[in-house]
Structure formats: C-alpha cells, structure tokens
C-alpha cells in the first residue's frame, strides 16, 4: 500500500507537521511549490473568486498511489487554493484521501470545510482533521490573529499533532 502526503505550507507550520506524519506513516511527503512568492492580496482573490493557482508537481503525480494524505491550511473555511489543483484532480480520478490542517488564522471552526472539500474532490475525504493553533495556546489568553499568524509549532506539539493526525487515518488510508 503506497501513501502520498501531500502538503502545501504557507508558514512553515503544516511543512513541518506534514514531513512528520509522512515520517510516521511511512509515506512519501510531496510538498507543492508555487511558482512565485504568495502575498496575502492574492490568498484573499483565491478565496473569494475560488482561483486555483499554478502549483508544482503536477497533481497527476497522485495516480501513483493508492492513497492520499492532503494536508494544508484552511483559509476562510476553505482548503488553502494551492491544494485546489489537487482536490480537482481527485474529482476527475477518484482516490481515497483524507485531509488534515493545522490553520494559523482560524481561531474557531471550520463548519464549512468538509463541504467544500466534497464539492471540490467530488468525494468526502474518508477523514478530516481540523486542528487550530489557537487549542494549543493558553485559554485565558485573548489572541490575536496577528499572534496566531505569527505562531511556529514547537516540536513537543508537532510530535503530539502526529499523533492526532496518525490516529486518525491509520484506519482509512491503509484499506
């Protein structure tokens, strides 16, 4: 059974969880790249015009596997648009899949996310880990979203995140 995850990563955050859970599944971690730097200007145009960016590796490099761990930021309830192309492809050539997130922005839900992860791959992932930085933090700590945007995973919760996101899809993408 060859599992892909498949990451994309804005601020360092989900890269580094994504190479660990790679690391724990023993899957091959591909990281997809855009062409030129992102600005916020252009995360904002994405989400509201639901534009797919050009990304590197071509999501047809997914066919190779027999299934897929997709793990990305949410940015305003929605899968960050770099994964897009990937979510297209996996509509066009239905694998199993599961999506997990660790959003820097988000500092509630994401009531909507599986729902446009349906629309947009056709399929419902067979699991969906919405995790947020602002559980990790102190309760009693009013955040901002400038603090949370700001915020770099430690190790200690990168390697308790693995856990969670490894509980979670062991049972699914090993059918």
Do not use: C
């Not at 599992?3 to 804005?10: C, K, Q, R």
């Not at 724990?24 to 994405?46: N, Q, T």
């Not at 897929?68 to 949410?74: F, R």
């Not at 700590?141 to 969670?164: D, F, N, Q």
């Amino acid at each position: 059974m060859s599992i892909a995850v498949v990451s994309y990563s804005l601020t360092g955050n989900n890269e580094r969880l994504a190479s660990a859970v790679a690391e724990a599944l023993s899957a091959e971690h591909i990281r997809i790249a855009e062409p030129k730097v992102r600005k916020m200007g252009a995360i904002i145009l994405d989400m509201i015009f639901h534009r797919t960016p050009e990304v590197q590796p071509s999501p047809a490099v997914l066919e190779k596997y027999d299934s897929i761990l997709l793990l990305g930021p949410v940015w305003m309830g929605q899968a960050a648009s770099p994964l897009r192309a990937y979510l297209k492809h996996l509509k066009a050539a239905p694998q199993p899949f599961a999506f997990a997130s660790v959003s820097g922005g988000a500092l509630n839900a994401n009531p909507k996310l599986m729902e446009d992860l349906e629309k947009r791959a056709g399929a419902k992932p067979m699991a969906l880990i919405d995790l947020h930085i602002a559980d990790l933090l102190p309760s009693d700590h009013k955040l901002t979203m400038k603090e949370i945007s700001a915020y770099r995973l430690s190790s200690t919760e990168i390697a308790k995140l693995v856990g969670v996101i490894f509980d979670s899809v062991k049972g699914v993408l090993y059918r």
